[in-house]
């Protein structure tokens, strides 16, 4: 067993059909940090992540969780991880206590024994422990889902896009459990869809089309990003993105919030370009700022350049 990596993949590739979900991917996960996978629907997580949960097989490589196999092992690596599918998947009409109260049984464990370790999540639903689960909100739904998963006290916990679809408080609120789990020695992988949650993990795994892009601390990710980054806006935006991807030398176009971001092939591109060249286009209310990249443009760079 691998103390200092609980979890090790090497060169793990699925398809489904002629499409290929997953493609030789490979990475380690350090004891105790939070790792996350950042990308888009599509991109491979889920897949990934029900391999890693044993609950599909990979077509070609390996993975080790907690020194266990994940084929020849998959009962112990069971009983060592706690899974959290993106997709709700606790019973509906149990209460909150008894749908804890089964998770607990089916690992042999009681809430009793384990409620140090889930206390600081479950006391925000505790109050409405008689409750029915279809009747409780998305973000209390999560924590219930969460302590299920911990309730048996795994020392690998894989979590699959667990805040799609709550409410920003939720998630921040999700995030500082997380953060405390990490202290109680709980290795923790992560997938998610929102690039703001990157920075809140140790590392980052940018992921596409089933590759990784890259593997970093998400300050270095940022700080590789070499491009001048302007955030463009103008009173028609949908002709906005039109032109700037017609402008010469223009090399990323995307739209972000209420902006557009843009960089150049060139390094000698100024605000002062833009706007002349927008202006003379007929473009109204410009606004041009040079901005800091986030992870998000640094996956936006990476995209274009695969």
């Known amino acids: 067993m691998n103390d200092q990596f609980p979890i090790i993949v090497k060169e793990l590739s699925k398809s489904y059909e002629k499409e290929k979900a997953l493609d030789a991917v490979t990475f380690e996960v350090r004891k105790n940090e939070i790792f996350g996978f950042i990308g888009p629907d599509g991109a491979g997580k889920t897949t990934l992540f029900r391999i890693l949960a044993t609950l599909i097989i990979a077509d ?62 479950y006391s925000h639903i505790e109050p ?40 920003a408080v939720s998630r921040k609120e999700f995030w500082e459990m997380l953060k405390e789990l990490q202290q109680k020695e709980i ?37 590789q990003f070499d491009k001048e980054l302007f955030a463009i806006r103008a009173g028609n935006m949908y002709r906005l993105i039109l032109d ?19 960089t150049d092939k060139t390094e000698k591109v100024t605000e002062k370009n833009i706007y002349h060249y927008l202006k003379n286009l007929g473009h109204q209310n410009i606004e041009i700022n040079r901005v800091k990249a986030s992870i998000e443009d640094c996956f936006m760079l990476l995209m274009g350049l695969q």
């Open 187 to 223: 290795t923790i992988i992560i997938s998610t869809s929102y690039m703001d949650e990157a920075g809140l993990c140790d590392r980052v795994a940018l992921i596409q089309e089933g590759k990784i892009m890259s593997i970093d601390y998400p300050e270095n990710i940022i700080n």
């Open 60 to 121: 070609e490589g390996s993975a080790y969780i907690n020194g266990y196999d994940i084929i020849k092992n998959y009962r112990k690596i069971r009983n060592n991880i706690g899974y959290m599918p993106g997709r709700f998947s606790l019973y509906q009409d149990l209460s909150v206590e008894e749908n804890l109260s089964f998770f607990a049984t089916i690992f042999g464990t009681t809430i009793a024994e384990n409620y140090d370790l889930i206390k600081g999540i």
């Open 128 to 167: 409405f422990k008689k409750r029915k689960t279809r009747a409780l909100s998305g973000g209390m739904k999560q924590k219930l889902a969460l302590s299920c998963a911990l309730i048996h006290k795994p020392k690998v916990l894989i979590l699959d896009e667990p805040t799609t679809g709550i409410d």
């Open 244 to 262: 700037l991807r017609k402008y010469p030398h223009a090399d990323n176009v995307y739209l972000f919030g209420q902006f557009v971001h843009y």
